[in-house]
């Protein structure tokens, strides 16, 4: 493939730029004769001819373009790094990418949320590029290399100032502390983190490119143990600058601890000290700047004081520091001026300190030294010869040098000091295994003036790049070899001769050496020797043209001239040796013992190097230089990160200016440049940049290989099918084994084919949809013309037929008139002699019916006028009792609503003072029950009402009937019409009284009307008092609802101490302990009672029961009245119709035409009535509501007092239990002893207490009774039934007399000892008895060594029935004692067993079961619960109050289980329900070049599916099932699964580019929707829990809508915040849309301002629900349960 060929029209390629460095362009036309014309796109229509000799960069395609790995682009070169980054950073707002094994970081100069603890456990246990690029990955990828392969690991961080450095090291540090937390109470890892703060202020200061600027290098080891936790830590420090303790430039600040002093002066710590406000030092206000925007610097001092305390730092070294501080303030402060001698002249080689200065006392106070000897040596100092000691004066310049030199030495002992007192606090106390170091170093430095700190940084990042080189240069060619594919040797840049020539024999640093040791060096002695020796031989050295002061180092990275002025000075760093004399001699010990620490430490490295020199054959030299000091420190450096295994983050600064997201790109490639990325591309380029995974690449091309040659089986064969048919040079391409390697460009020619590909399919699909159009266009017109035509023929033939029709028609209309004419004479005839015949005939007939008739309608009259006054009578006084009745009922309703309403009242009120209530919302449940199955005798109501509609209508059928034989009548009377006229104003009276009827009926209808309505009235005001009671119901609901997650989560806590605690024991000890010693916790004491009575108290009184009004008193009789109404009505209407059959013609027109009016007002007032009626049946609903909710919260009030105190004492209980693991071991020392005691009394009791066995007689007669004094005897195999023993008073509990004692032996001496029957099953009272020497041996055999399969097949929580069954026994016999020894140590056995079987799902299930419905039983059967079954109830000891310590100890086993089945599931959710394609041909994108070739190696996973983690859950619930936990419980543990596995799939998802696909969201949605249907299946499809993943849900939905139409995204997505949708939004990748545009992006953060918690990105995967454990349960018949065999408990007898 010739180069030419990739330069065609429409190509992109970068030209390069002065102001941007590199712009896109577009080729206008191929290559011709040498040249190529382009066009820039930013200034279209000007064309650039360029010489094809050297062509442009070519621009990558847009699919690789913004690519988390810079390495995966096709085309590597500067530009496309440059655009890559910029796409990343300004449109993504995504800061790191990776570049090779390099993580680049851009400074976004704002806080970004991706840094919590959610990110951290997104990242932890993640391969390095299965997640976006992150600082968290790279640290986990070097925490995981340290735990594989045992290998020490380091991280250099580097970068220029402002880069962001401190931040990437400080959150570096973070996550290490984080997932390699110390096990051990020292707490290591946040004594390496409090480190962080204690370092910024001593060593970070302000500069004009950053406010937070460290200004030292810092390599920090963190040392881990064989099980990879913190143990410790050491740190190392380079180069600090001392020169800004003395001197800052324009707008930068001095050391953060200087100004922090300041602001803090009126602290208590730092009396006496003498400061004042930054301004009035020189030290802190030389830079005229002593603020920073934002920063409080007295909130950072008490940040720096309180990780001082956190580092052990006594009060006497903070001090210390303190003082130390203040001293250099007042040092720095203290004038100096020309000496003036007693003639008032100024001696210009003469220098003083004026007398009275302020600042003098004050500095020899504190570093505790004279005050005059400080003077004198700070303006003189002593020359020593053979002979004599002389004084000489010092001038104003070189007092105020020799000041400065004072303070920098001093500030850099303080800090130095400070690094020694922090190693010592995070000094492991064994050594460690493996360590992590974290490399803060400052990177390349080019100033405008650089000298001899600037010098020092670039030679180390030399040194740094070198390493870096070599490392990067290694990892390229073991790929090579790891994939076994043919290499050739990379050539790459090795800046060994720049190295050299700062390091080696006559190099810089030598020359600098050897120039410090003249006795009068100077500047310009070094830069003679540093012409005369490199000028011509070293290629790496320059002479300036303009400065004879300067010389020029060619860096890796850039040339830099270094200004020679202060090089002698900073690398001797002398100091006025009697300042030293005098220090050493403070009269503080910490002073002078700092002094000589550091006399001792110079005389050890001046002895290191003088053998060194010694080797060399040169003299000896008396102190180490600087240089030389740092020469040595690299050196140790160097030698520790090639030990290890690098990773690299480079941090990049975007701007000057400090903006956020601003991107300078001149800024940018200088840096990239100085930090070694370009370096990796050009490696990376040099070879085979571009890497697909064989899947990856089929997934991506396989449209450029024929359908014929698809062989999904053989992966490798079909790529080398598709690399045959486009790229005919094998040397382009490699195949290894697992990856395809290709050299640059060639993914970008593949690319190139695959979008003409398209285009060419894209061409052909619309070449036939277009022609399909023009062919359907066609027919259409074709059968439009036929149907024209067609219809113009049927036009012209119509019109013939039409014609021959009227001519036919003319012809017959002729004949027909004809024959009418004549026939119409006939008739006329034939009709005047049948007229005269019917006139006669029908006057006869006449008069005799007209006699019939009136007789028979008279009597038809009397008939119904008799009837209807009869019935208008009954209907009156019907009426009026109707009314006395509602009357009646409605001042009964109003005086049962008043006091509904003063009950509500008071309801509230004790709603208000008893928060709380946790057994509402079940008993609610249950109520609800009870009220659908009322509204069954409401159903039955409706169908009678449907029953008398229908019967209505079969009237109203009759009444059609009756009208059409009216009408029939009224054709007969009209031709009577004549002979009635008479009778006309007699029916019209009666009509009158008819339409008087109406009226009055209409009044009475008017009448209940407003009946209805005032009961309305009364209604809408009971659904106000009902409104209220709900609205007081929810608060006192979430009221509840926090309180008992604010007690779950304490409990949480608690659990997790106490965790803590019993891991620092042995489990068999404890084991056996448990065994050995009756179980401790006594009985609660009175006090306890008393102040859970008195919090009773406060809390409020229980409600007093009223009685409830009687079902249906008030809306019975609103009911039946209108049921008796619409009787009346049909009644009524029946009568009109019947009265309307005696009238006559006009008479029946008039009641006609009233009924039709009357029916339209009938059916107005019947939609009223049916609406009156609706009302009345919600009005109904309401106050049966109210009922049920008045009956429960009456009920659930009663025993919320007593739980309200038990969980307050829990509460409290809980604090007290959380102090520490030493106050149990003592309370258990004290209850052991107590144990002891009591032993000791109760066997000294025993001989006087314990009764000879009793054996019941068969004989009735025989049976004695036990006197009323006896205590109820031990365990036989027959007891007297409870019914032949009267009852024991309290005071006979405190034992019987020798006396009776000895009487009762021999009375039941005498009986004769038969042994009786057993009593019958039906005679037990579910009790079995028990001694109580056997209390161990019961507790082991019913909790420590029961096992889930020995109970299997028997009743469901058959333990926690046979722990209460046993626990009824000492409650039968009135041993308080006993049972609360029982109960605790039950409670105790528990805690133990589900401690040591905290890793098996089953045990635990079983416990969380059996502990629940234990918890129950005592909650039902115990107190002052009136249960139905009070056989079965708890008669003489209230125990209720152990529900909640047993409700404690069953949420510690659900988190538990919670915890396991997380770790169980998490390794399922990303692969089942991300990554699982279930639908087939429905494929997403994936990432180009994926870094998961990491894997190499490793055996091949088999894929899991969504059926696995189905699969995995079933699992789970199937055991919580078996082990008969409730299935409430089972749907809040499910709720709170479902929670776990949305979170896990939207941080992955949110982190993971890929993922953001439309039909990755097809994908997902699928999976979900199986799981959502096992749920279904299972029947555990509840709202709450399906409710949890509809987060999920809606991301499937985002990701598949248009993403353009704001509102209905934001509607849409109502579970996720705006954050979380900018960031989908963000990362979403489509190769065939546009990316979307950055005003739709603002416009979601705008309308998404009402979410909750917008700043919140990540899932809480800690979070936990409040759980709402079960209170009731069906009823246990006790009396039929039995001892399981496998049991062995033959000291148990049943009762």
Known sequence: MAVAQLYVKDTGVWLKDLEYVWVPAKVLSPPEDGFLVVEREDKPGQEIKLSFSDPPPLQNPDILVGQNDLTTLSYLHEPAVLHSLKVRFLQSHIIYTYCGIVLVAMNPYQQLPIYGSEIMSAYNGQEMGEMDPHLFAVAEEAYRKMSRENLNQSVIVSGESGAGKTVSAKYTMRYFATVGGASAETHVEKKVLASNPIMEAIGNAKTIRNDNSSR??????????????IIGAFMRTYLLEKSRVVNQSQDERNYHIFYQLCASRHTPDLQ????????????????????????????????????????????????????????????????????????????????????????????????????ADLQKWLCNRRIVTDTESLVIPLNLKQATNARDGLSKHLYALMFDWVVEQINCALKASTKHHVFIGVLDIYGFETFDVNSFEQFCINYANEKLQQQFNQHVFKLEQQEYILEAIEWSFIDFYDNQPCIDLIENKLGIMDLLDETCKLPEASDSQLIQKLYNAHESKSSHFSKPRTSRSSFCVHHYANIVEYESEGFVEKNTDSLVNEHLKLLKASKHKMVANMFLNQEAAVAKVAKAAAMKNKRKGQGMISKPTVGLQFQESLKGLMSTLNSTSPHYIRCIKPNDLKSSFMYDPQRVVQQLRACGVLETIRISAAGYPSRWVYEDFIHRYLMLLPSGQIRRDDMRAMCTSILERTIKDPEKYRFGKTKIFFRAGQVAYLEMIRSKRLHDSSVMIQKHIRGWLQMKKYKRLRLATILIQSHARGLVARRLASFLRRTKAAIRIQKKVRGFLQRSWYHKLRRGVLLVQNRFRGTCARKTYQHLVWDSKACVIQKHVRGWMARRAYRRSQRKLILAQCCVRRWLA????????????????????????ENKVIELQQKLTDQISSNSGWAERFHRLEELLSSEKAQRGEVAKRVKVLEAELEEVRRAKTTVEEELNMERQKREKGLKLHEQQLQSVNHQVSILQDALKEAEKTKETISLLEQSYRQLESEHSDLREHHQRMLRDYSALEQKC??????????????????????????????????????????????????????????????????????????????????????????????????RKWEGEEGRRKEVEGRNAELEEKLAHLRAQWDAERVALETEKGQLTREVESLREVGHQADGFQKLQQEVERLSKENASLKEQLSALTPTLTPTPVTATTAPAATTTPPPDATPPAPMPTVVPPSTVPPVAPKQLEGPSVKDTLSLQKQLSSESPRRPRPAPESSYLGIFSWQDKDLHLLLNTLVMDLKMEGVEGTSPCIAAHLIFMCLRYPDHCRKEKQATEFLQGVIKGIQLVTTQHQKDPQMLAFWLANTMQLSVDLRQYGGENQHAQTKNCLSNFDLTEYHHLLNDRAMDIYNRIIKLSQEKIQPLVVPCMLEYEGLP?????????????????????????????????????????????????????????????????????????????????????????????????????????????????????????????????????????????????????????APVPNSVLKEVARMGGDHTNPSQLMINLQHMYSVALPTSSPDVNFQELTLPSTLKANFLTKI
């Open 216 to 229: 030292f290098g810092k390599y920090l080891e963190i040392g881990f143990s064989k099980g990879h936790q």
């Open 272 to 371: 006496g000290l003498g400061l004042d406000i930054a301004e009035n030092f020189a030290y802190t206000s030389a830079g005229s700047c002593t603020q920073i925007k934002d920063i409080d610097d007295n909130y950072e001092f008490t940040q720096t004081l309180e990780a001082l305390r956190q580092l052990g730092f006594s009060p006497d070294m903070q001090r210390h520091i303190f003082v130390l501080v203040a001293a250099v303030l007042h040092l720095g402060s203290v004038g100096i001026v020309e000496l003036v001698d007693e003639n008032g002249e100024v001696q210009a080689e003469a220098s003083m300190v004026p007398q009275g200065d302020a600042h003098i006392g004050l500095v020899a106070e504190q570093l505790g030294v004279d005050m």
């Open 1481 to 1633: 041909g429905m494929t997403s994108s994936k990432p180009v070049g994926r870094r998961k070739g990491d894997n190499k190696g490793k055996p091949d996973v088999p894929k899991l599916t969504v059926r696995n983690l189905i699969h995995t859950l079933e699992g789970i619930v199937g055991t919580l099932e078996r082990a008969h936990v409730d299935h409430s419980v089972i749907v809040q543990f499910l709720k709170q699964l479902f929670y776990y596995i949305n979170g896990q799939m939207l941080n992955n998802i949110l982190l993971r580019r890929e993922m953001c696909h439309w039909a990755r969201g097809i994908q997902i949605g699928f999976n979900l929707s199986q799981l959502e249907e096992w749920c279904r299946k299972k029947g555990l499809a509840e709202a709450s829990v399906l409710a949890e993943i509809a987060p999920v849900y809606q991301t499937c939905k985002l990701l598949q809508m248009k993403k353009t139409d704001v509102k209905e995204i934001t509607s849409v997505c109502s579970q996720l915040n705006p954050l979380q949708i900018q960031k989908i939004l963000t990362l979403y990748v489509n190769d065939l849309e």
């Open 1062 to 1159: 019993s891991d620092l024991e042995q489990n068999q000890a404890t084991a056996n302990q448990f065994k050995m010693m009756n179980p401790p916790s006594p009985a609660p004491s009175s006090v306890d009672l008393t102040a859970a009575s008195s919090v009773a108290d406060i809390r409020g009184l229980t409600p007093s029961s009223s009685p409830v009004p009687p079902e249906g008193i008030v809306m019975n009789g609103v009911r039946s009245h209108l049921d008796f109404n619409s009787i009346v009505l049909v009644a009524e209407q029946a009568d009109a119709h019947k009265l309307t059959t005696n009238g006559t013609g006009a008479l029946l027109e008039e009641l006609q035409r009233k009924e039709e009016e009357f029916q």
């Open 894 to 917: 109003r005086r049962e609503l008043k006091r509904l309403k003063i009950e509500a009242r008071s309801v509230a009120h004790l709603q208000k003072l008893n928060k709380g209530m």
